[in-house]
Structures are given as C-alpha cells and as structure tokens.
C-alpha cells in the first residue's frame, strides 16, 4: 500500500488559491501563510472528509492514487478480492443491472467479487447489541472513518465514547480472508477517500492491501476498455446481505441492525453532513445528560454522495436508487441461508480500540485576535456582519484563524471589498494622472516635431547658403574627419577633392589630412588640442596662396575653417576688405546658427571673420604708407 503522499494534498501547479479549500476545512488542516505561494494541507491534522477535493473547482486538490497499486496486486499471481459498497447503485446508475457491473469487476482481473452488505449487516447487529447493554453511557458510531479522525484529533475527550467495533468495510475483509485463506489479496472499492487511510492504519494495511474510489474504478474501467456492452451477468460472491444494502443512506445500518428509530423510543440519532455533524459533536460533549442518545454520524450526506464518487449532487434522486437497489437485492434473499451466514461469522472478534491524537491549535490570545479585527476593519462589535462569507460562523472565529497563521485577511469579503475600492480610486487617479501626462507627451512631441522641421530647415537654408559663399568653410571633427564643407572649399583644395565629392557629398567622413599638407592640417589639430583660433594664415599651396582662419565651434571635439584662395580676382586689392564685410553681413547669422546646431555659439565665427576684417584693414594701411 502506497503510504508515501497523504491521503489529500495540494498540486501548486493548478492551485489558482480560492481558498475554498481553507474555508470547507472542519479542523483547520489547511494552512495559507503569506511566505507561501498556495495553500498547504497538514496531513497530520486532516481528516479526510474530502470536503476540500469536492470543493476544488481547478481540481488542485488530489488524493493518493492506488489504480496502480491495485494493478500490481491483479498482476501479482494471488487471488484478489474486491469490496464493493452498496452505494454503487447511487453512483453508477449508468449501468443498467447490477450483475452487469460485477461482470465488468471481474474483467479486471479479480477473482471474487463482495458486497460490503454484508458486513454492514454484522457490524450492525453488533450495534443493537452495545447500544441495548451501554447502562447509561452513549456511543458515537465508528463507522465513518472521517468521524473516527475528527473524534480522535479535535475531540480526543470522546474517544471513549467511540463505539468499539470496526467499520462494515474491515469486517467484509475479516469475512473473505475466512472464506479464502490470508493469502487472498483484498482490494477496497466505494464512495469513501478516507478508507484510504483507514485501511493502511487496520493491521499495517495487511488486512485491506489496497482502497480505490469510484472515481479511480472508472479510470481502471476506461484504461482496460471495459464495457457493460461486452460482457455477460454476474452475480457477487455470498454470502449476500440483507438491510446493509440501505448503507448509502445514513440510517441505514440503524434499519439493518433492527434498532428502533421513532422519535419516542429510539436511543439513536443520526445526523450527516459537516455542519450537523459537527453540531451533533458539539452537543453530544455538553448535553451527553439531557439527551440521552447514541449518535450515529456520518461526515458526508451518507455514501449516496461520498467524495469519492464523481457525483455529488441530487441526493434525494439517489436516495430513491439505493432504495430501489436494496429492494431487488432483498426480494430474491434467502432469509434463512442469510441468517446462518449471520450465525456462523459473528464468531468473529469485531472489536477495535481507538487512540486519541489531539491536533488541536490553542487559541490565540485576545490581544492578538482583536489586532487582525482592527485590520479587517472591524474596529467595534458593531462591526462584525458575521456574513459567513469568509465560510466561519464569525468575524472573531475568522480573526482566530488567521491569528493561528492558518488564514489570511484578504479571505474577508468586506476587508476585500474595502480593498477594491480603494484600489480603484487609486487605479482611477492613476488613470487621470497618465490622461495628463500622455496629453503633455503628445504636445511635447508635436512641439518637438515643430522644431526638428524648424531646424531642418534652417539646416537645409544654411547648407543652401554655405554652398553659395565664394569662400571655403570646411567643419571637422578632433580625428580631422570632414563634418561638412561647401563646394568653394572643394574648389580651392583641388582636383582629388573634387573626385571624392562625387561619391561623398560634401567630403563627409573624408579625411582632412590626406587633402591638405603638413603644415595646414597641423594648424587644426593645434585649434582641436589647444582651443585657441589661428586667425588670418597666409599658406602657400600648390599654386594658390590661400588665406586660412580656424576657430574652435566646440572644445577639443570640433572646429571650423574659413580658407580663401588670395590669388582669386575675387579676393585681390582694397576691395578684400569691402567684400569680406559684405560677406559678413550677409552671412553671419548663417554661421552663427551652423554653430548653435553643431553645439556651441556662433560668437567665435563672428570674433574669427572680424579678425579677418582688421588684418585686410592693416594690411590695405601698410601698403599706402609704402
């Protein structure tokens, strides 16, 4: 039996944290704390009841698969016994005839096939007997083995008040193992998770080797390909039960064992499902004097709608099919066969002892549970809607919880709620803060394209401009790579120039210092290190005399050069002066703004082109004083 994973736990990987499962759970097994990610289940404080694996809407919540381990026992060489509860007539209500279903048990490999109602019959004879001889003291049937777990982990002060017998499903085992001998492989099959568990814990799992569900019958069914329509009737094996066919519904074993159930002499009462149960619990521990009653329990609405099975929903239509199943099986009953049956196995010793394991949680102090009330918002009594939403009876039960660190605050509908409208005011502003922001973004782009078309074509008018000055401007970076340089420039440095132009417009990229000599590309690297102009520069070059002005446009990373050829008629006698000037007037602001597009100011242009101006005023001077 595989007893490595719990009998119900969590896959995170599905887990979309509802916290439905926090909320179903009768005995806080489920841990959320915020360092984790989803919800755990605490095996050792868990119950079984499979509450949380019906509730699941994702299906993150599992139980342990035994398809495997029963497989292994079909193909192990043993005789295999299945166990079957009665309630399959509540969940299989597919199949058209029972004898059809044993027949399709039967092709999996199994070589006898049990109803537990058998059993049921046993262990309820046993209870008419306890309940007629108790004196005095009352008893909590055992034969829910969710029921058994709560008592022993949440209640373990009842645990004496635990009926002494074993479940229908152990005494079926004790039953078949007479019939076939402790070799037989006996596999348990029905409605209930927790059987699981009840099993492995009975005689070290050696009784009962192996539980499968309804649910994990199907799959065994599907994965063999087993049909009602491809096989032939067969009956269970005897011996047969009698009333233990009505065990789905939960008075049943109490019909089954004889035991009256009007309202003014029956010693019983039975109560099912969580919150009747737990109820029933409560008061059986303070009212056991004033009711004087036995309580038959079982945590889920009996086995019609156990959480093993894949329904879980019309009871009372289920109900009437139990019923309905429980009648063919007695019409065609050997009464007297059944009760030398009964005769001969109630020899067995059905006795059992029951072990408290206390897995209560203290409860938190006051002070601690009032804290996570103010956080939820609930400042005053007043306060506590005790809306049930949370799935506690109460506000201060929910805070309990939390405080024990098994729930978190954002389980509270109205604490959520408050959440969400602040959240939303917040998400509003955010959302009017962003309007304003993409509205300032948008102008700012629209201002922005504005001005790129403005300075395009300011560049554009510019470059227009330098190209029609008679006077070369060339603009270079502090590797004396060309930036620009305008047609006039090209012209006075001379036929390799001109060649490049032609692939290069503007010489961009070309570098300066294989079209210039030595000594003049020295000068600009002196303009580029030292951020100093060189102003008005007689160089020879070729057959030119050219006159050269540098001046630094932005500090050791690029500087600019006017070079005019004095040669050129253009440029000879006093009229230099005058139409240097001219070309000043007319072009400064041009090259003031080449200057505030290459990142710096025009002011050394204008200081560089004066210069030019004083040094053609001395020179026009010095030539009529001679």
Not at 48 to 54: A, K, Q
Not at 134 to 155: D, F
Not at 189 to 205: H, L, R, S, T
Request: aromatic share 8%; charged share 25%; hydrophobic share 35%.
């Amino acid at each position: 039996m595989d007893i490595k994973k719990p009998v119900l736990y969590i896959d995170d990987a599905r887990c979309r944290n509802s916290y439905s499962c926090v909320r179903v759970c009768p005995v806080n097994a489920v841990e959320v704390r915020p360092q984790r990610d989803h919800p755990l289940i605490h095996p050792e404080r868990c119950i079984g009841c499979g509450l949380c694996y019906v509730s699941c809407s994702p299906k993150a919540i599992e139980f342990r698969n035994s398809r495997d381990e029963v497989k292994s026992l079909l193909s192990s060489g043993r005789k295999t016994a299945a166990l079957i509860e009665p309630s399959i007539a509540s969940e299989f209500d597919d199949i058209t005839d029972y004898r059809k279903f044993v027949a399709m048990i039967r092709s999996l490999g199994f070589d006898y096939v049990h109803e537990v109602s058998f059993g049921v019959d046993l262990i309820a004879s046993r209870y008419a007997e306890l309940f007629s001889t108790a004196e005095g003291k009352y008893y909590i049937t055992a034969n829910c083995p969710a029921i058994v777990k709560l008592i022993e982990k949440g209640h373990p002060e009842l645990v004496p008040n635990l009926a002494p017998l074993v479940s229908p499903m152990i005494a079926t085992a004790m039953v078949v193992k007479g019939l076939y001998g402790d070799d037989v492989a006996i596999v348990h099959i029905g409605p209930c998770i927790d059987a699981k568990d009840e099993a492995k814990n009975f005689k070290d799992g050696k009784l009962v080797e192996s539980v499968i569900t309804f649910i994990e019958l199907r799959q065994l069914f599907d994965e063999f390909k087993i049909q009602e329509r491809l096989v032939k009737k067969s009956e269970f094996d005897p011996p047969y039960g009698y009333w233990g066919a009505l065990y789905p519904v939960p008075a049943g074993i109490i019909q089954a064992g004889g035991i009256k159930r009007d309202m003014v002499s029956s010693r019983v009462i039975t109560a099912s499902g969580k919150e009747d149960v737990l109820e029933a619990i409560n008061d059986f521990d303070k009212y056991t004097d004033t009711i004087h009653h036995h309580f038959n329990l079982f945590f889920c609405h009996g086995c019609l709608l156990g959480p093993g099975m894949e329904h879980h929903r019309e009871k009372f239509r289920r109900r009437a099919l139990v019923s309905r199943y429980a009648e063919k099986r007695i019409a065609t009953l050997d009464k007297d066969l059944w009760q030398e049956n009964m005769d001969k196995w109630l020899e067995l010793d059905f006795s059992k002892n029951f072990t408290p394991d206390d897995q209560r949680i203290p409860d938190p102090p006051a002070e601690a549970i009032n804290e996570v009330l103010k956080i939820i918002g609930k400042n005053n009594p007043e306060d506590e809607l005790n809306c049930g939403a949370c799935g506690y009876m109460s506000c201060r039960e929910f805070a309990s919880t939390v405080a024990k660190g098994l729930a978190v605050p954002e389980m509270c509908h109205t604490f959520n709620l408050k959440n969400k409208q602040e959240y939303i005011e917040t998400l509003r502003q955010t959302n009017r803060k962003l309007a304003e922001t993409k509205k300032a973004l948008k102008d700012s782009e629209e201002l922005a394209q504005r001005e790129k078309e403005v300075a395009q074509n300011t560049s554009d008018m510019m470059n227009n401009m330098l190209e029609k000055l008679p006077t070369g401007v060339v603009i270079v970076d502090n590797n004396l790579k060309i930036l620009h340089s305008n047609h006039s420039f090209i012209n006075i440095i001379g036929e390799d120039a001109k060649a490049i132009a032609e692939v290069i417009p503007g010489l961009a990229g070309a570098d300066l210092k294989t079209l210039i000599p030595f000594n003049v590309y020295n000068m600009f690297t002196y303009v580029i290190k030292e951020d100093e102009p060189v102003v008005s520069k007689d160089v020879h070059f070729e057959d030119k005399m050219l006159n050269i002005s540098i001046f630094p446009i932005k500090k050791n990373k690029m500087c600019g050069a006017v070079i005019r050829d004095l040669y050129s008629p253009e440029v000879q006698g006093e009229e230099v002066t005058n139409r240097v000037s001219e070309v000043i007037d007319k072009n400064l602001e041009m090259v003031q703004k080449i200057g505030f597009l290459l990142g710096e100011g025009a002011s050394e242009t204008e200081q560089m082109l004066n210069s030019i101006i004083e040094s053609y005023k001395k020179r026009s001077t010095n030539k009529n004083n001679h």
